[in-house]
């Protein structure tokens, strides 16, 4: 479950009656409460909550407390920074926020990846195929007959397998090929599969193409603005549970 | 001057006295006094603030007021995601924080650097070649008897070509050869290149090297680190104005 909240997305009956982080706080904090039974995973999308200002991880943190602790939780936050840099923003969220998990671009390379990776316990999951259209642009240009994607993908897994940490992919949904070439080569990496929904991926073509190995499949906008009425709490369990069973998970 | 203030490194009589986000916010706020003389621009890594928890925010915004208007200020943040979400950390930075410039990551691709864009005056500086040891795995990957920080550089900057921002290019001081051919193709393209002084690049190299194109070179530990007693500041601004009259502006 992704939390992404757009404030020109959310309920005017919230908006109109709080102050902008605390109208973002409480939607999320309803959509938590009435989805975590449906959901494996919380993906917490960082954009929505620094673009509210100072308060937005005040409004972060009070929503990822509200997490139950037996439900995963994704700092979606895509950082990727110099080694000493990095080490600052993995203590910011594995240590002051307390996620378990982060997204990770892996540009700069290993020792920006690394940091990542020193947490038992705690998950990196690296941008290797995009969902986005802008994927096309770096992520897939050819090296020795190889997409970047892949070189990306098995190096940051080796990476892993020398870390305390886990380290798994962000591999898109909108492209089934891509996802199942990927699988082939790295049968038990975990992966988190964005862009199922309102991106256009099928959820049952996802499934297949995922194989045996571990998955997060991320459903963000179709299930949290599933009514912007007073009923969007039920609205969005009803779409989460729908979106459960068609992964038949 | 790149603000990257690491707790472990503070002056004890500041972190002894007081919280640590104040203690922070202090220094930087006491460097950005002594130095902006010296200074084009002031560079903040967030990273540094994100780990000071819910405060961190704040702390930032406290130092960035604290920067005189005739100064640009850099979002050293590496941003990077999709569209949508794109525009959320644009919002934040730009809007939300005030700053005049970013760092951005291109792994997403177009999409992803595009909300960077969009407003007039302001810059995105996006990541090309980096000054860290993990350049290599990825950014120097050849790809058709051209590495990819190239191709990264020259799409980047014919993106920017068609938008209202402008387009810069982060290029690191460690390889000086390397910064000579992207200046060669790209003759007028801003460079903000770190890496001179604690990470060994030479500052006579870099300005031979990135020819007669604007840059700004960044230097961070080596001048806010110059003292750990109460003579910080003056230490600082000491060691600014050498870098100032070492690069001859």
């Not at 020792?111 to 947490?119: A, E, K, N």
């Not at 990476?159 to 790295?186: H, N, P």
Request: hydrophobic share 40%; net charge negative; aromatic share 8%.
């Amino acid at each position: 479950m992704g939390l992404d909240p757009d404030p020109g997305r959310l309920p005017s009956h919230l908006t109109d009656a709080l102050p902008l982080p605390e109208a973002v706080s409480r939607f999320c904090k309803d959509i938590v409460a009435a989805t975590s039974d449906s959901a494996v995973a919380f993906k917490i999308n960082f954009a929505f909550f620094e673009a509210l200002g100072t308060h937005g991880y005040a409004a972060m943190g009070e929503v990822l407390d509200s997490i139950p602790a037996d439900v995963l939780t994704i700092a979606d936050a895509k950082r990727g920074d110099i080694g000493n840099s990095a080490s600052f923003y993995a203590r910011a969220v594995f240590d002051e926020l307390g996620f378990d998990s982060i997204t990770v671009s892996p540009y700069m390379g290993r020792d920006s990846v690394d940091p990542f990776l020193t947490r038992e316990g705690t998950c990196a999951f690296v941008l290797a195929r995009t969902s986005n259209p802008g994927s096309a642009d770096f992520q897939q240009l050819m090296i020795q007959d190889r997409p970047l994607f892949e070189t990306v993908a098995e190096r940051v897994v080796a990476w892993g397998k020398e870390s305390r940490g886990e380290a798994g992919l962000v591999v898109g949904a909108t492209d089934a090929g891509d996802l199942e070439s990927l699988r082939s080569i790295l049968l038990d990496t975990p992966f988190l599969i964005p862009g199922v929904g309102a991106q256009g991926g099928s959820a049952e073509e996802v499934m297949r193409a995922s194989g045996s190995g571990p998955v997060l499949i991320n459903s963000s906008r179709a299930v949290i603005y599933a009514s912007d009425g007073e009923d969007y709490a039920a609205a969005a369990r009803e779409s989460a549970e729908l979106t459960r069973q068609r992964l038949g998970s």
